[in-house]
């Protein structure tokens, strides 16, 4: 192997150097310091820099975003921007935050937290997207670019292992991955194949029967084409396989265990088996009208799982359950971007055809010893047109105008979920119409086709102050999806609310109307960089997932509009290079959030009233805040060692609607150090994560059951009135509240050629 050069670039400078974003669509990529939008971006070399190894981390260096999972089956997001996010794992729940893969929309939540492999960037986009992206963007946007084929030939292999190191936990976690990319025909085709492959012997010790918990297998085969036949026209494509089979959720009851603590003791491990394919294809194609460009994206994604897990978190079979899951989707946008004079103007339109089929089974034998069987399948067909247009009202002033029209349609079947028979929403065996034999005169479902269609505008303006800073403002609004539950457990409690089902949709959309002032300059040397926004989010008709414990179906879950609300907040980030080997980077946000309206009783009293209003909104922490640095030692023929440190704060916030869940407020410091090797492109590593051996939940759902089983009269603390009590209705309450892992340590070599 060859020796290094002796000019090499820093990793100070390529956290410093140039980020661009795709996110505005505009010809040209642009730097994300001079968009007039609240985004943080990554490309390859800063996630290199600063060790990102999966999506989640990425939540721990970004004000108000967290980007972790659900909890409740292993890669299903359960992302929150700004406030705005969700708590519920099954598909017809539309998110609030939009993950976009090369740029196609993914259709639900599933395989969508996975470890950063083989990427070209990430942006993170905060506040309403809905101009450009569409629906299903109010709280934000996360764009995945995957790496493209590259004209010279480069390959690259990275192995890892990380473990452990308290005691009374289980095993390894190690990954291998390698790509390889180079021109297939000289100046035509350009390709790249990628493997990566994880397997984890699972973090938590099962106190039921001494076994790991939390093992998982995980394969991603991903290849990519590039062809250039004229110099105007570029054909992109891309097909990936991903395959994991893991455990079920890492349940632990706190009716049982204190919040500070990793125990677990269940006697279900549950599992996971998950399928997905996906590609797409985008077409570039240069034209002199405007000097723009037509880009038309293509993409495709097909979903099969299935899973079970231990919801009682016990080691009793009190409540067990299953799903089968089947998503199969298509997508295409057809875009132009161009200049006109003083204007750079983008229009497009968007189409979106999904079919999803969701099956859940419960087991609840202390209630009945018949199989709870149930769920829905839905099509979903969407059609957007948009536009915008940025013009140039001086040299420095530019006016920002942007429009979109939607248009929507759900035909769904929604079979109850309850005693009965057993049968498959899959497989259409789960009967719709008629009555259920196992209940006398209870309905076994519905079916309902609704439509919705709405316009959303943008208006703002962008003013540079100088040649390195800018302010901008605009108002936007933005749009989530109205729809169905695929989970009723309890049809009396639905059709009180919802007398005749076949009549409408269980829920309508959500709207936001936001305003946002922002900030962004970065210092004449390029030594710094400070970008602040201030926003205020105007929420209508909120869709909120209530889940209630219920003694006869263990969890309820009723999804309605249920409030208006106002979310006020406050961001700042920077980094700055106090030397040429030192950086700093912090970053702060704050939020107030209140309920200025309220249709419905979520806190569970049996009245709407001033107790309601005086909730908090679930998963708002009121400060997020942290700091971190990266220090650059030039060891000169023995090449240079890089250290990186992050600390992030997360305020204590609700996790359900009625407040009685909650979030452990967090402190997260991560670290790694890493030898530059003399040897080109060779790199080792050793990290921690979770240093401080934080206790993090995906959630905190309220269950029937869970202290008294166990001899213990478990509490509640309610943040609304800040009494730690049992749950109102049920005096030996436990939670579902699935763990993330604890202190890992971690050993990693990569080599890039």
Request: glycine share 12%; net charge negative; aromatic share 10%.
């Amino acid at each position: 192997m060859n020796l290094v050069a002796p000019e090499r670039e820093s990793a100070i400078d390529r956290v410093l150097g140039t980020v661009t974003v795709t996110a505005t669509k505009k010809t040209n990529v642009e730097n994300v310091q001079d968009v007039p939008v609240a985004v943080t971006a990554f490309n390859s070399d800063t996630l290199d820099a600063l060790h990102v190894n999966d999506l989640g981390s990425l939540s721990y260096t970004t004000p108000n975003v967290n980007l972790t999972d659900v909890g409740t089956s292993k890669g299903v997001a359960n992302f929150s921007i700004r406030g705005l996010g969700i708590n519920s794992s099954i598909p017809s729940i539309d998110p609030t935050v939009g993950v976009f893969v090369d740029g196609v929309y993914l259709g639900v939540n599933a395989g969508v937290v996975l470890d950063l492999f083989d990427l070209d960037s990430v942006e993170i986009l905060r506040g309403p997207q809905g101009i450009l992206f569409g629906r299903n963007t109010t709280g934000g946007a996360v764009l995945i670019n995957t790496g493209n084929p590259t004209e010279d030939f480069h390959w690259s292999a990275r192995a890892a292992v990380e473990t452990p190191v308290d005691s009374g936990r289980g095993g390894p976690n190690s990954t291998i991955q390698g790509t390889v990319s180079g021109p297939l025909v000289e100046g035509k085709l350009n390709g790249k194949l990628g493997a990566y492959y994880n397997t984890d012997d699972g973090y938590f010790k099962n106190l039921y029967n001494g076994d790991n918990l939390g093992e998982s297998q995980t394969s991603i085969i991903r290849g990519a084409l590039e062809w250039t036949p004229t110099d105007r026209l570029t054909v992109l494509g891309k097909i990936e396989r991903f395959d994991s089979y893991a455990d079920g959720p890492n349940g632990q009851n706190r009716g049982v265990y204190g919040r500070d603590s990793f125990d677990i003791a269940i006697n279900n491990p549950g599992f996971l088996d998950s399928g997905i394919t996906t590609g797409s294809i985008r077409t570039d194609y240069d034209v002199d009208f405007g000097n723009g460009v037509i880009t038309n994206i293509f993409g495709y994604r097909k979903l099969e799982s299935t899973t079970s897990a231990d919801i009682d978190a016990l080691p009793l079979t009190l409540f067990h359950s299953g799903s089968e899951t089947e998503q199969e989707q298509y997508s295409n946008e057809l875009r132009y971007a161009g200049s006109f004079g003083k204007a750079e103007v983008t229009v497009g339109g968007f189409w979106f055809d999904q079919s999803v089929a969701y099956t859940e089974r419960r087991s609840l034998p202390t209630v009945t010893a018949a199989e709870f069987n149930g769920g829905g399948r839905q099509d979903h067909l969407v059609y957007g047109l948009f536009g915008q247009v940025d013009y140039a009202l001086t040299d420095r002033l530019t006016g920002i105008f942007g429009l979109r029209y939607g248009y929507e349609e759900k035909d769904a079947d929604v079979v109850y979920v309850r005693p009965r028979p057993h049968c498959s929403m899959v497989d259409e065996t789960c009967p719709v119409t008629g009555t259920n034999p196992y209940v006398p005169g209870e309905p076994n479902g519905f079916s309902n086709k609704d439509d919705w269609s709405n316009w959303s505008p943008k208006i703002g303006f962008q003013y540079e102050l100088d040649d390195t800073s800018q302010i901008y403002a605009h108002y936007t609004n933005g749009v989530r999806s109205g729809g169905y539950n695929f989970r009723i457990t309890d049809p009396a409690l639905f059709l009180s609310i919802f007398p005749d089902p076949n009549k409408k949709a269980a829920f309508d959309e959500e709207s936001v109307d936001s305003y946002e002032f922002g900030y962004k300059s970065q210092t004449e040397d390029g030594r710094g960089q400070f970008n602040a926004a201030v926003f205020l989010n105007d929420i209508s008709d909120m869709q909120r997932e209530l889940n209630l414990a219920s003694p006869s179906s263990g969890v309820s879950q009723v999804i309605l509009n249920t409030a208006d609300a106002q979310i006020l907040g406050l961001e700042a980030e920077g980094r700055y290079a106090l030397t040429d080997n030192f950086l700093v980077m912090a970053n702060i946000g704050l939020i107030n959030a209140e309920y200025t309206d309220v249709r419905y009783d979520i806190s569970s009293d049996g009245v709407v009233d001033g107790k309601d209003l005086a909730l908090d909104l679930p998963r708002v922490p009121e400060a997020t805040y942290g700091i971190g640095f990266v220090y650059d030692r030039d060891l000169g023929d023995n090449g240079s060692l890089v250290a990186r440190a992050n600390f992030q704060h997360r305020d204590k916030n609700a996790f359900t609607d009625n407040n009685w869940g909650w979030m452990n407020a967090s402190d997260q410091v991560d670290a790694n150090l890493t030898w530059n090797t003399p040897f080109d492109g060779l790199a080792v590593s050793i990290y921690g994560k979770n240093l401080l051996d934080e206790v993090v939940a995906g959630g905190d759902t309220q269950l029937p059951f869970g202290g008294s089983l166990a001899g213990f009269v478990p509490g509640g603390e309610n943040l609304a009135t800040g009494v730690n009590t049992p749950y109102a209705s049920s005096p030996a309450a436990g939670t579902f509240s699935p763990l993330a892992k604890g202190r890992l340590l971690g050993f990693e070599v990569t080599i890039k050629r």
